[in-house]
Every structure is written in C-alpha cells, then in structure tokens.
C-alpha cells in the first residue's frame, strides 16, 4: 500500500514538473523579441551591385531582387522604359510597397530601363527609411560592336571595315535621327549580325543601290527607316539578299541546303521601308533554309507596278517559320499580276532534314497586321508544297485585308486567304477575327459561303464592314472603321489607343 502510494507521488510530481517546462517554454515563446540588430538608425537602399536583374528564358518577364536590409520596414520599387529618357514609362505599380525583396515585371525586347529601389524605415526598431533610393540603369540591347556616325555612306564604311568573322552576334549602331546613305552591296559572310536605330529616334537610311549580302547567318535589321524611292539597282537586288554562291566551310544538310538554324532568324523589326520596287527579300536561286523569317512591328512600302517576282522569294531555298505581325503593307500602285507577297518554288520544311534540327513542319503566321492595295490582282502567296502538309500550321489572324491579292468577290473566287492555304484543307488553319474589303465590298470569297469551304476561312468570325481605312502618303495611315477598331484589328500603330 505504501509502495503504491510513493508511485502515485511520484507521477503527480513528474507531471507537475512537465507542466512547468511546458509553461516556460510557452512564456519564452510569448516573451521572445527577434531584434535585426539594427536600431535607431537612418538605413541605406540595396547597393546598386548587389541587386540582380534577371531575364526569363522565353524573353517575357524581368526579376529584380536585392539582398535584405537588416532593421528595414518594406521597400518601395518602380520600374520605367527609358527608351525615351525624357518620357519615361512607368511599368507595373509605381512606388510598390513591397514585404520581400523581389519583384517580377513584363519585359519587352531591346529596352532601356530604369529600376528605382527604396528601403522603407521600421518604426518598430525607431529605424528611419534611406535618405535615397537605388537608381539604376540596365538594358537587353545587344552589346554595341561599333556605332557608325551620321552621314555615312554605309557600302563605303562596311568597305573599309568589313564585318569580321565571329562565334558571338555583331551589333552595328545607327545614331538617333541619322542619315545615312547605301550605294552598294555589304557583306555579312558567316557572321551573324543586327544593325539597329533609335527605337524612338529612327535613323533614315537612302538606298540607291545594292543589298545586304547574306551568306548564311542570322541577321536583324532594327529601328531604321529605309527610303529606296531613288533605287537605281538592278531587278535582282533586295533589301537581303542570300549569296549566289553557298559558302563551301558549311557543311549542307541532308537535303543539301544550307541551314541557318530557327535559333538564328533573319528579321526585319521596327522599321520603315518605302518605294520598295524590288525584293525584300530573295535567297537568289540558291538552297538556303532559313529556320525563322521575321517581320514584326514594320511599315513595307512598295511602289511597284512592274516588278513580276514575288517581294518575299524563295526560289530554290525553304523558310520553315514565317512570321508577319504588329506590321502594315502597301503598294501605292496596284501591282504587277505576279507580284505575290510572298512565293516558294520547291519543297517543304521536311525537305530540309538539319543534321541539329528537326524540321517536321513549318509555321506561318500572319497577326495583327494590315494590307493594303498589296498584290491587288495577283495571287497573296504560291508555293509548290511549303506550308501544304497536314501537320503544317497556318494562322492568319486580327487583320485588316484591304484591296488586296485577287479579291475573292465572289463566294467561288481566289482570295487572300484562299491562295494562303493553297486551294485546300490540308495544312491546319487557325482563322479568326480579320476583316475583309475589296473594291467596295465583302468578299465573299475568302469565307465558307454558299457551299464553299475549301481552303477559305472556316473560322466563322470576321468583320465584312468597309475599315474606312485612308492611305495619308508615306507609309502613314488612318482607320475610321468602327468594327475595326472595337475589336482592335490590324496593325495597332493605327488604333486608337484603349
């Protein structure tokens, strides 16, 4: 009995005891102060060499982020496009207050910004905000190889100091607001290379004569107006322009072309060309296949009635992604009856077979953009297999297809988008919202209608109301089509803003 007695003691002490732990780990956690080990002081913003910028790997978003200042309250952040430094744009939230230390944004190519960070003050610790923020500038431009003063004739520049063979992209830069002058071919050879304008400041260059000679290398034209009303060149050049002759250090693909890989395009980006009278581009009768073909966010000005090649040829060669978007193309004149916008004489994107590639299928995509009185007459675009299999995808969308290719007036007629898709159902097609005019009406033609349906618009949605779209004279337009500009079709540069 007694033995029992002391064991039951002993377990009414031992939990006594536990409780008394438990209790003073409790009121060490109730009691605790975390302190940074900064007090009653004026902090200071992130160092402007510990804050990181940082690209996704698709080119969509910048992340900025910066280390902790110990005691601080928040941070306040803002992000600007400096393109135009005295018109700065603010980008997401200004003076985001932010509880951490970073911060995602969206991000656009070729862009100079300005990231402004601030560290908050923290009453708690009588800690006071930084006296000034971090201001720094960073940009995803191309590190500059050389910029080429104003003035200059660019044929005899690129004479005098040709482009060099390199493993990594050359950047040739044209000063904001320049003149400039081409009278003769230039030379890329192997290297791949952009020369690039103002975005805001578009330098103007006047070309008389020659190409930019391509032997087979990515190359980007950027930023630049290109006037080449007084063209004096032959029929046979082009704003690019792929050598007669394939480089023999390249080893040719299994379909014996020379590949430029999809990893390396050939784009022509935020420019302005007018009185175009030949090719923009040609890849000379020759087997180049060009992995991606770009056009984005430009004005193609052609003043031709006499030029019976297709402005886009490839006449031996292969493209197998092309790409038109956020661009506007016109003819002042109405063209020659075998103008096409584009044409490819042989072979598909399976016809190529890159040894470092594959090459399945191709893409060609056509968005955002607006024609105008382009190939008004003559076919949209002719191939003799690219873009006609069935895992090839073709996606015309958001545009504006005013007085151009043959019109479609008729619901059996050739239209824009019939010639596109080759007369036939096979490659994919993605349709969708564009809108079609043509010599003062819809044309019936380039949608199912009437028992219609091969090879048109199959998507159901367009717009058959006149875009009351106007030509202003250089390159310059205005559109008054209320549909139009309620569903923000075509090339935005003529919408009003939302």
Request: aromatic share 10%.
């Amino acid at each position: 009995m007694k033995k029992h007695q002391l064991k039951k003691a002993s377990i009414v002490l031992l939990s006594a005891l536990m409780l008394t732990v438990v209790s003073c780990i409790d009121g060490y956690k109730d009691d605790i102060t975390w302190s940074p080990g900064v007090e009653n002081a004026t902090l200071e913003s992130p160092a402007a060499d510990k804050v990181t910028i940082t690209p996704s790997a698709d080119g969509s978003t910048l992340t900025i982020s910066w280390p902790v200042v110990p005691g601080a309250g928040g941070y306040q952040f803002s992000l600007y496009i400096m393109d135009d430094p005295e018109n700065p744009v603010l980008v997401g939230e200004g003076n985001q207050i932010v509880d951490g230390t970073s911060v995602k944004r969206e991000m656009q190519e070729d862009t100079y910004y300005r990231v402004v960070i601030k560290t908050l003050g923290n009453p708690k610790y009588n800690n006071q905000e930084a006296a000034a923020a971090t201001d720094i500038a960073w940009n995803n431009m191309l590190p500059v190889t050389a910029t080429i003063p104003s003035g200059t004739n660019l044929t005899e520049y690129f004479t005098t100091n040709p482009i060099p063979a390199s493993t990594t992209e050359l950047c040739y830069v044209l000063e904001p607001d320049g003149t400039y002058t081409m009278t003769g071919n230039i030379l890329q050879g192997l290297t791949a290379v952009t020369i690039r304008g103002d975005k805001v400041k578009h330098p103007k260059v006047i070309m008389t004569n020659g190409s930019f000679i391509n032997d087979g290398a990515g190359f980007n034209l950027k930023f630049i107006d290109i006037d080449y009303s007084t063209f004096a060149g032959a029929a046979s050049n082009a704003i690019i322009l792929m050598n007669e002759n394939l480089n023999p250090s390249v080893t040719l693909s299994e379909g014996g072309y020379l590949v430029i890989p999809t990893t390396s395009p050939i784009a022509i980006q935020s420019c302005k060309i007018t009185g175009l009278k030949y090719y923009l581009f040609f890849d000379n009768n020759k087997k180049y296949a060009i992995g991606t073909f770009l056009i984005k966010d430009c004005i193609i000005g052609q003043n031709t009635n006499s030029f019976g090649n297709a402005t886009i040829r490839f006449q031996s060669g292969m493209v197998k992604d092309l790409t038109i978007t956020k661009s506007t193309w016109y003819n002042e004149v109405t063209a020659h009856s075998s103008n096409r916008i584009c044409q490819i004489s042989t072979g598909n994107a399976t016809s190529v077979r890159p040894a470092a590639e594959t090459w399945a299928s191709g893409n060609l995509t056509i968005t955002n953009s607006t024609f105008w009185q382009v190939s008004k007459g003559a076919q949209s675009y002719n191939s003799n297999g690219a873009f006609g299999t069935a895992t090839d995808i073709i996606t015309i969308q958001n545009c504006i297809i005013m007085d151009s290719g043959e019109g479609g007036k008729a619901a059996g007629d050739n239209g824009f988008i019939r010639r596109f898709r080759r007369g036939n159902n096979t490659a994919i097609f993605k349709g969708g919202n564009n809108s079609y005019w043509f010599d003062g009406q819809f044309p019936l033609g380039e949608v199912n209608s009437e028992g219609q349906t091969t090879g048109r618009d199959n998507s159901g949605v367009y717009t058959s109301t006149d875009p009351q779209l106007t030509y202003l004279g250089n390159g310059d337009f205005q559109l008054l089509g209320a549909e139009q500009i309620a569903k923000r079709i075509g090339d935005p540069r003529w919408l009003p803003a939302n």
